[in-house]
């Protein structure tokens, strides 16, 4: 089964995310794919957060910047936290001087449907960054954009999508039968 989940900033999705790969996994392997490159204190408190949270869940962490299929392997389950950072990563790549690459993100989209259709559990975690009525800076509007449409065609591969508003659960396609 793959689920896409995406909401908010902390609205609950990390947490429902965690619950759901375990349920999913059973006795099998859980995956814990982080993807965060980490550039301030407020990051680093983050990850301590969410290794905090996931605590005695099972999870062995995996890191993954960039390339996501480097960790596929069709046993267990992986929850992959979040696409967000792996768009950005892959968009505004280190090795570029964090200059715009459209070919990163294009990469970035199809290796994450590729790697759910190869894993036998996948729980996507994606941050709704694209609503709001601000005005940005051009290359954060192509972000938001890049990971819209990204998000848009990772869900239409994914068996379930759900999104998390305020704790509460919206299912949009699928169910969450386990």
Same mark, same amino acid.
């Given at each position: 089964?793959?689920?896409?989940?995406?909401?908010? %900033?902390?609205?609950?999705?990390?947490?429902?995310?965690?619950?759901? %790969?375990?349920?999913?996994?059973? @006795?099998?392997? #859980?995956?814990?794919? &982080?993807?965060?490159?980490?550039?301030?204190?407020?990051d680093?408190? =983050?990850? =301590?957060?969410?290794?905090? @949270?996931?605590?005695?869940?099972?999870?062995?962490? $995996?890191?993954?910047?960039k @390339?996501?299929?480097? +960790?596929?392997?069709?046993?267990?389950?992986? *929850? +992959?936290d979040?696409?967000?950072?792996? $768009?950005?990563?892959?968009?505004f790549? +280190?090795?570029?001087?964090?200059?715009m690459?459209?070919?990163?993100?294009? #990469?970035? &989209? /199809?290796? *994450?449907?590729?790697?759910? =259709?190869?894993? =036998?559990?996948?729980?996507? +975690?994606? @941050?709704y960054?694209?609503s /709001? %009525?601000?005005?940005?800076?051009?290359?954060?509007?192509?972000? #938001?954009?890049? *990971?819209?449409?990204?998000? #848009?065609r990772?869900?239409? $591969?994914?068996?379930?999508?759900?999104?998390?508003?305020?704790g509460?659960?919206?299912?949009?396609?699928?169910?969450?039968?386990i």
């Amino acid at each position: 089964m793959t689920v896409f989940i995406s909401g908010g %900033a902390k609205c609950g999705k990390s947490s429902f995310a965690q619950d759901l %790969a375990v349920a999913l996994a059973g @006795d099998g392997k #859980r995956y814990y794919v &982080a993807t965060m490159i980490p550039t301030g204190e407020e990051d680093f408190d =983050r990850i =301590r957060q969410h290794i905090a @949270d996931r605590d005695g869940m099972g999870f062995e962490t $995996v890191e993954c910047f960039k @390339d996501i299929m480097t +960790v596929a392997n069709p046993h267990g389950t992986f *929850l +992959v936290d979040s696409v967000t950072s792996l $768009v950005q990563n892959s968009l505004f790549p +280190v090795e570029k001087n964090f200059e715009m690459d459209l070919n990163g993100a294009n #990469r970035c &989209a /199809d290796a *994450l449907i590729q790697f759910a =259709r190869t894993v =036998r559990h996948a729980v996507f +975690v994606s @941050d709704y960054i694209y609503s /709001d %009525a601000g005005r940005y800076s051009e290359s954060t509007e192509m972000y #938001r954009k890049c *990971l819209a449409d990204i998000d #848009r065609r990772l869900a239409a $591969v994914c068996d379930t999508v759900v999104e998390v508003s305020a704790g509460q659960l919206i299912i949009h396609k699928g169910d969450l039968c386990i």
